[in-house]
C-alpha cells in the first residue's frame, strides 16, 4: 500500500521557517522523482518543488526560489522542504507527490502518488 505522510507544518509568523517532511512507504523512493505542491483556498494546486530520483537535480517555482529548499534521504525514503523567510502567501495546504516518469515535474498529472498534506498557516 503506498502511502506518503507529511509533516511540519503550522502557525508561523511572517519572515520565520518551517521545515516539511514527507515520509514515503509502499513503493521504490529511489526511482522516483518527489515534488511539493501547495493549495491556497479557492486557488488550485499549484507546483512548489521538484526534486529528481538521486537528487542531482531541483526545481523550483519562481515565487519560492531562494527561500524554498528541497532535499531527499533515500535511505529513510523522506523527501524535505525547508521553507524560510515565509510570507503570508505562502499560507497553503502543502501536498508531497511521487512522480515516477520523470519527465515533467510541474503539473499534478506528472504525479503518481499524493499523501494527504499538512497546513501551512504564515501570519502578518
Known amino acids: 500500500q503506498v502511502q506518503l505522510v507529511e509533516s511540519g507544518g503550522g502557525l508561523v509568523q511572517t519572515g520565520g521557517s518551517l521545515r516539511l517532511s514527507c515520509v514515503a512507504s509502499g513503493f521504490t523512493f529511489t526511482t522516483y522523482t518527489m515534488g511539493w505542491f501547495r493549495q491556497a483556498p479557492g486557488k488550485e494546486r499549484e507546483f512548489v518543488s521538484a526534486i529528481y530520483y538521486d537528487g542531482s537535480t531541483s526545481w523550483y517555482a519562481g515565487s519560492v526560489k531562494g527561500r524554498f529548499t528541497i532535499s531527499r534521504d533515500n535511505a529513510e525514503d523522506t523527501v524535505y522542504l525547508q521553507m524560510n523567510s515565509l510570507k503570508p502567501e505562502d499560507t497553503a495546504v502543502y501536498y508531497c507527490?511521487?512522480?515516477?516518469?520523470?519527465?515533467?515535474?510541474?503539473?499534478?498529472?506528472?504525479?503518481?502518488?499524493w499523501g494527504q498534506g499538512t497546513q501551512v498557516t504564515v501570519s502578518s
Open positions: 507527490a511521487a512522480n515516477r516518469a520523470g519527465r515533467g515535474v510541474a503539473s499534478t498529472q506528472d504525479y503518481n502518488y
